[in-house]
């Protein structure tokens, strides 16, 4: 089973950018769809962006399409979210996990403890 783990988090001012990483290890990814998630304080957990295994789909929620761009480096293991003109509406735990190559919003792997992103007004 990969193990994943997110870092890159951290405090920002709105229009801000930030770029996660999500490192894997325990087995290869290099044929896993991989997805970002994220949980905001007191919310469900929603769907970020998505991207195939070899790159060539990517797939993003309509609230950070244009400004959020989700890429991947097999050789590394290892997922990334940059993240552009931040919003404080954009403040939550980011998770990245394993997710269906058919459908990038389904999770179906396990899950690493985050990272913190806060965008301050």
């Known amino acids: 089973q990969v193990q994943l783990v997110e870092s890159g988090g951290g405090l920002v001012q709105a229009g801000g950018s930030l770029r996660l990483s999500c490192v894997a290890s325990g087995r290869t990814f290099s044929y896993d769809s991989m997805g970002w998630f994220r949980r905001a304080p007191g919310k469900e957990c929603e769907f970020v962006a998505g991207i195939t295994w070899t790159g060539g789909t990517t797939y993003y929620s309509d609230s950070v399409k244009g400004r959020f761009t989700v890429s991947r480096d097999n050789a590394k293991n290892t997922v990334y979210l940059q993240m552009n003109s931040l919003k404080p509406e954009d403040t939550a735990d980011y998770y990245c996990?394993?997710?269906?190559?058919?459908?990038?919003?389904?999770?179906?792997?396990?899950w690493g403890l985050g990272t913190q992103v806060t965008v301050s007004t």
């Open positions: 996990t394993v997710v269906r190559s058919k459908n990038l919003t389904r999770p179906v792997g396990s």
